[in-house]
Nanobody, 126 residues
Framework: VQLQASGGGLVQTGGSLRLSCAAS????????MGWFRQAPGKEREFVAA????????DYADSVKGRFTIFRDNAKNTLYLQMNSLKPEDTAVYCC????????????????????WGQGTQVTVSS
């Protein structure tokens, strides 16, 4: 599966952005999905994950209550709605796919993910 993230940009503190991750080559419903981010000088970190059906989600503590991960398997697209953005959310955001048989499996571990898309830059100004 090929993944392409989009939707990043420059936004002020408190603003919102919606990221999209379009999949091609295979049905998105085959994969649990995740969003990760990497800020300059820092390691890539988990942001959010969603099961194959969308029935289960998981979030990093730093984004709980502000970000929402969801998916539209019919459109083969994953989303990340980001509200109340903070300067510390500034990073390159990447989507990733985890091939897993369990329909409600989610993972926050980078090593679980099999496929990665190119990132999209999110910059939050103070």
């Amino acid at each position: 599966v090929q993944l392409q993230a989009s939707g990043g940009g420059l936004v002020q503190t408190g603003g919102s952005l919606r990221l999209s991750c379009a999949a091609s080559g295979r049905s998105l419903s085959t994969y649990a999905m995740g969003w990760f981010r990497q800020a300059p000088g820092k390691e890539r970190e988990f942001v959010a994950a969603i099961s194959r059906t969308g029935g289960r989600t998981d979030y990093a503590d730093s984004v709980k209550g502000r970000f929402t991960i969801f998916r539209d398997n019919a459109k083969n697209t994953l989303y990340l709605q980001m509200n109340s953005l903070k300067p510390e959310d500034t990073a390159v955001y990447c989507c990733a796919a985890d091939f897993h048989f369990a329909s409600e499996y989610v993972s926050s571990r980078r090593t679980e993910y099999d496929y990665w898309g190119q990132g999209t830059q999110v910059t939050v100004s103070s």
